[in-house]
């Protein structure tokens, strides 16, 4: 990006508070041209309300929104270069699918010849070529999205919001269509601001995810960035499966540290920068589960739970003196899983866990 | 949820239709207690010497006497007729089905003086002499669809299965309609009734020409004001308005008391 | 008990016996059969046959039509009763639009009691409505005595009352309340999600009223209107009550045929040239509709 070209979308300390609930807290937030940057949270965190306010339908309390480097805050909706893709289609019933891509071009007065051109181009885009002159009626939930898509689009507008248009669709519907949007986010290069609460969902689709909690960001980054190295304990929860174990650190030097996980204490050389309380964050593919074994860094646990998942095997650990269990995810074509009431040694590589600080018990 | 567009123009336009519809009315129930003969403003004060001068005098007391009576007898009529037509209507596949269901709703399209005219004419051909009876009738083609209507769809929107469950655990029809059916469409069915009641009340056209000698309250509010000018109508209409709301009322809470429930049953499911 | 579904259904109420529960509908068939298909029927016939004083005779003839047609103030008076009924209707829906609009969209917790207040004043008496109007425009009614009063005129307005306008106003008054749930039943499946799609796509106040508003409610707002019109233009008790002279409607006509006049083959006859009319007016719309595509919205979500 060359220095000097606006940001797609600023947010400026953006506020949001309706009667006692603040739902946004001086959010800050650019999102660079081209890009697809996912808010991603549980329902309630916020992220749908940031979306309506870039939108225009609702007013921030504080702070202003920019697009293209012009301060959009007063301007309404329709008069805002930035088009929405809904949770459910919202298509005209009167008007046929032409017809609706069509909407925006027609209060405009394009030219017919233009329309059916652009018309058809967008739907080719979306894969729904010839289907102009069908009724909402008669297409499927996934066929309507993408006509809600191809509406929305055609008006190549500066920034195409998605509010969780995914989220009322079935899995495999909800499948195709993600690799439906990734290829018309390539191909049309437009920046998109995706709202889901299904974490797997923004991992695959997205140039940046920004994790939503109580009106805030508690993380912001590339969608490696936030599984690999989660900043906090709820956005490690939050986007996939984590053990969150508490644990504290012994002795933090520059290379290693020690650190006490439940009774034992293993050194390697961890995550330096934390000291005393602490959130050992691992996930369960990076725990590997082996026979027990006296020697090296390691803890030794009993199984509690096996379930078989097809490439491998889950299991639930008991570590002395830990409250949880471990979870351990195990891929191995032809393994031999351990029972349940067998003890095992558990392990990982140093750089697969995260240390975070810990405040409070 | 339109965040900023909150139509204020079709706010005031909304405001300004409620009064339209309701000052009319409250300024004939004010002038009911006015203490004057006047019927103009400034309104002197309240007197209740026209409910008693009203409520004293014969003629209004038969009329009032004969509407209840005629209203009662064709409340009951259209409940006992309707429920029945209502379950056939709604528990059928026939292909009598559309057809009957289209004569039983003709007469909300009529005018209530053709139908009114027709029955006069059809009453003088087949030598029957006006009388409340005829007026009974007349009101029974014209409030029937109506009880039709709000009772076919309380009957549509019950859980047939329910009514399977009973016939296979080995209910009769007569106690699944009234062990099954009925505790679920009651209070619409009473709301219905009711409505059916107040449409009677307050029917003049279809009884102004098939009415013989009597009176019935509308009719006397009619004749009232071609002959009188004083707030003695007033309070004639303030009394058949308060018979109808309260009418309504009663309709309201019978059948909203349904729907809340429902909601609430939903929302917990 | 498995039997094929229609025949289950049929079992459901009379698992005894093999009779459609449509049966049960027979006695208010029969009843009506006697009082509205029977009545209809001698109506029709009346405005066939020949006229006597406050009698028909036979034999047939078509005189009673020719007559209806060739009076000359039937014809100013239908034109009247066209106007009026037109006038109602369409003041009727026109406010009634925006009424219904913001109840469904904007009301809020306002909803309930403005709908309990609508529906209420629907059961009030139509002669109390009338009878009400005749008090408030009056020439001593409450509009020149407030006027009055406030100095702004000198004596009393009389346009008021005694013609086409008071006729309209009370039938408004008395149609409202009904267009008003008509409609708004006619917006509960109209999602505002609808709305805002609309204005997301660009599409301001106005706009979206135009193409998405309008063409969805088209359809209830068509029929409401030819409902009020058809029974504002052959009411008979509001022009004879406010309607002075310049007021008068084909009811009145109508009425007057066969209590006063007694020539009863015409008043049919001017009844059910009316009742054509209305039908060829309904008839006309709903092809209107079907053309336009707005006859049947199907919805979706």
New interface residues.
């Given amino acids: 990006m060359t220095a000097g070209a606006p940001y797609s979308v600023q947010i400026d300390g953006v506020t949001h508070r309706y009667g006692r609930v603040t739902a946004l807290q001086a959010i800050d937030l650019a999102v660079t041209p081209g890009e697809f940057v996912t808010f991603l949270g549980p329902s309630g965190c916020g992220k749908t309300t940031l979306l309506r306010v870039i939108a225009g339908f609702l007013r921030p309390s504080e702070g202003r929104v920019l697009l293209q480097g012009e301060d959009v805050s007063k301007v309404p909706p329709h008069l805002r270069p930035v088009n929405t893709v809904f949770q459910r289609p919202s298509l005209f019933p009167h008007l046929d699918v032409g017809e609706n891509v069509a909407f925006s071009l027609r209060l405009n007065r394009t030219p017919n010849a233009e329309v059916d051109r652009r018309v058809a181009e967008a739907l080719a885009l979306v894969r729904l070529a010839g289907l102009e002159r069908r009724r909402s009626h008669e297409l499927s939930g996934g066929q309507m999205q993408r006509v809600a898509l191809a509406r929305a689009l055609i008006g190549r507008p500066k920034v195409l919001l998605l509010d969780e248009p995914l989220s009322a669709l079935d899995l495999a519907i909800r499948l195709e269509m993600e690799e439906e949007l990734r290829r018309v986010h390539r191909e049309t290069g437009g920046t998109f601001i995706y709202v889901t609460h299904d974490q797997r969902e923004s991992l695959a689709l997205s140039d940046r995810v920004a994790v939503f909690r109580d009106g805030h960001i508690e993380q912001i980054g590339r969608p490696e960035e936030i599984y690999r190295r989660p900043a906090t304990p709820f956005v490690a929860r939050f986007v996939g499966d984590a053990n969150v174990l508490a644990i504290d650190v012994a002795a933090a030097g520059t290379n290693t540290s020690a650190i006490s996980v439940g009774s034992v204490t293993l050194t390697g050389s961890h995550m330096a920068g934390v000291d005393g309380a602490a959130w050992l964050v691992l996930r369960p593919e990076a725990v590997s589960v082996t026979e027990p074994s006296a020697c090296g860094n390691g803890l030794t646990g009993t199984v509690r739970d096996l379930a078989y998942r097809g490439a491998g095997y889950s299991y639930r650990i008991e570590l002395p003196g830990v409250p949880e269990l471990l979870k351990a995810e195990v891929v191995a074509a032809n393994a031999r899983p351990f029972p349940i009431g067998s003890r095992v040694r558990v392990s990982w590589e140093p750089a697969a866990c995260n240390l975070l600080p810990r405040q409070g018990p | 949820m339109q965040g900023i567009d909150r139509s204020p123009l079709s706010g005031a336009i909304s405001v300004a239709a409620l009064l339209f519809l309701v000052l009319p009315l409250t300024i004939v129930v004010l002038f009911s207690f006015h203490e004057t003969a006047s019927l103009s403003f400034p309104f002197t004060g309240f007197s209740l010497r026209w409910y008693r001068e009203v409520l004293s005098s014969a003629p209004f007391r038969d009329a009032a006497w004969n509407s209840l009576m005629v209203a009662t007898a064709v409340a009951i009529s259209t409940l006992v007729f309707g429920i029945l037509a209502a379950y056939g209507l709604s528990r059928t596949s026939s292909r009598w089905r559309a057809p009957l269901a289209l004569l039983f709703f003709v007469p909300i399209t009529l005018p209530g003086l053709f139908l009114g005219l027709a029955l006069l004419v059809f009453f003088a051909q087949a030598g029957l002499k006006l009388s409340l009876v005829t007026v009974a009738l007349g009101h029974f083609i014209y409030v029937f669809p109506y009880f039709l209507l709000i009772a076919k769809a309380a009957l549509d929107r019950m859980d047939v299965a329910m009514e399977e469950a009973a016939a296979d655990l080995g209910a009769g029809p007569w106690s699944i309609f009234h062990k099954v059916t009925l505790p679920q469409i009651w209070p619409v069915v009473i709301g219905a009734a009711s409505l059916a009641f107040a449409l009677s009340f307050d029917e003049f056209v279809i009884t102004f020409f098939v009415i013989g000698s009597q009176s019935t309250l509308p009719l006397y509010i009619w004749s009232s004001m071609r002959r009188t000018i004083d707030p003695s109508i007033n309070t004639i209409s303030t009394l058949l308005l308060a018979v109808t709301l309260l009418l309504f009322a009663i309709a309201f809470v019978l059948t909203l008391r349904r729907d809340l429930a429902r909601g609430r049953a939903e929302a917990a499911a | ?1 498995t039997t094929s579904p ?1 025949a ?10 093999p009779r ?10 029969v ?2 059969a006697i ?6 029927a ?2 029709i016939a ?1 405005s066939l046959l020949t006229a006597r004083l406050f009698a028909v005779a036979t034999p047939f003839t078509l005189d009673a039509y020719r007559r209806a047609l060739g009076y000359g103030l039937n014809g100013t008076l239908a034109l009247n009763s066209i106007a009026v009924g037109f006038l109602g209707a369409a003041a009727s829906v026109a ?2 639009l ?2 219904a ?3 469904r ?3 809020g917790r306002w909803q309930m009691p ?1 709908l ?6 629907m ?7 009338i ?6 425009l009056g020439a ?3 509009i ?3 006027l009055q ?1 406030m100095r702004l005129i000198d004596a009393p307005l009389e346009f008021l009352i005694y013609n086409r306008l008071s006729v309209t106003l009370a039938l408004v ?1 008395i149609f ?2 009904y267009v ?1 749930l008509v409609l708004y039943a006619g917006f509960r499946p109209i ?15 106005w ?1 979206r009223w135009r ?2 508003v309008l ?2 409610i088209a359809a209830p707002a068509a029929t409401t209107f030819l ?1 009020v019109f ?2 504002s233009a ?4 509001t022009p004879q ?1 406010i309607g002075g002279t310049s007021g008068q409607m084909l ?1 009145v006509q ?2 007057a045929n ?1 209590k006063a006049v007694g020539d ?1 083959p015409q ?2 006859a001017i ?1 059910i040239l009316m ?1 054509l009319a209305f039908l060829a007016s309904y008839a006309l719309t709903l092809a209107g509709l079907r053309v336009a ?2 006859d049947r ?5």
């Fill in positions: 008990m229609d289950r259904i049929s079992r459901t109420a009379f698992s005894l016996s459609d529960p449509i049966a049960l509908a027979v006695p208010a068939a009843g009506f009082l509205l298909a029977a009545p209809i001698v109506f009346y406010l009634a925006p009424v609009y913001w109840l969209y904007a009301a403005f309990f207040v609508i529906t209420a004043s059961f009030a008496s139509y002669l109390v409505r009878y009400a109007w005749r008090t408030i001593n009614g409450a020149n005595q407030t009063g008054h409202l309340p008003v999602a505002p999600a609808l709305l805002e799609a609309a204005q997301d796509l660009g599409a301001n106040a706009r193409r998405v063409p969805l409902f058809i029974l052959s009411d008979y008790v009550l009811g109508i009425q066969f009863w008043g049919a009844s009742l595509r707005l919205i199907r919805w979706v979500d």
